[in-house]
């Protein structure tokens, strides 16, 4: 039994917009997830980090789905910026039962809690936000507003005694950038490690790796990954 986490597969089995056309790592792309998913076995857990198919609504999801749904493991899935498809976990959860499509959770004001015996920890987290992404004052500041809400309620779901992990879609660190919001909810709740995705290409040279402030950080968006779960280890030296 071992955690995963990987995020942006932007999945375009049905719709106009595989990730092939931009060349260089994306070039085969899906069969790449698939043997990436070879190290995971079906009692493993995998977190997908948000982004996770093009389609313009749940229906226009179905095949990218299916094949998440076929990959081994429980995924327990988070909203990115491009999960056009996602309206609310109610219709998300309702069409994967319509259609058949197993093991597949949830991750939105909720908590899941991983044990592999040595280490039970609850998985929180939320899609975040980057500030600097849409400058353009209040609204801005409400989305930031509505995802501290959204990992608070996360957190606060989780058993107290539990130790926390967190993961986003956005980056709570990225560049110079610190998302001070996101990054007090963690320390307010003892969260020391946290994965993101969303930073593809050229942008992976900014990315933050590595602790910061007594939070580590880890960058899993599938290029970046070359397109293999990555394994979140627990050991002794590994805080929680
Ligand atoms: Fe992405
Ligand atoms: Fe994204």
């Avoid at 056309?21 to 070879?38: A, R």
């Avoid at 991983?114 to 992404?133: Q, S």
């Avoid at 959204?150 to 926390?164: I, Q, V, Y």
Wanted: charged share 25%.
């Amino acid at each position: 039994m071992a955690l995963f986490a990987i995020g942006d597969l932007h999945l375009s089995l049905a719709s106009e917009k595989p990730m092939d056309v931009f060349g260089g790592g994306w070039e085969g792309y899906v069969d790449k997830i698939k043997l990436g998913f070879e190290r995971v076995a079906p009692d493993d857990t995998v977190i997908l980090c948000g982004d996770l198919s093009w389609g313009m609504t749940i229906n226009e999801s179905l095949a990218d789905f299916r094949f998440i749904g076929e990959l081994p493991g429980k995924k327990i899935i988070l909203k990115g910026n491009h999960d056009y498809w996602f309206e609310t976990v109610a219709k998300a959860k309702k069409f994967f039962e319509q259609n058949d499509i197993p093991n597949i959770e949830i991750l939105n004001n909720n908590h899941f809690i991983y044990d592999e015996g040595a280490a039970r920890v609850a998985i929180c987290g939320t899609r975040g936000w980057l500030y600097d992404e849409n400058m353009d004052g209040t609204h801005n500041g409400k989305i930031m507003a509505r995802e501290v809400i959204r990992l608070e309620a996360s957190l606060k779901s989780a058993p107290p005694d539990a130790g926390k992990i967190c993961f986003f879609h956005y980056p709570p660190r990225f560049k110079n950038y610190v998302c001070a919001d996101i990054i007090a909810v963690m320390e307010q709740y003892g969260v020391k490690r946290c994965w993101y995705g969303h930073i593809h290409g050229a942008a992976h040279r900014f990315a933050v790796t590595g602790t910061a402030d007594g939070i580590e950080y880890n960058m899993v968006s599938a290029d970046y990954l070359k397109f293999i779960p990555q394994r979140v280890c627990f050991s002794q030296t590994h805080m929680l």
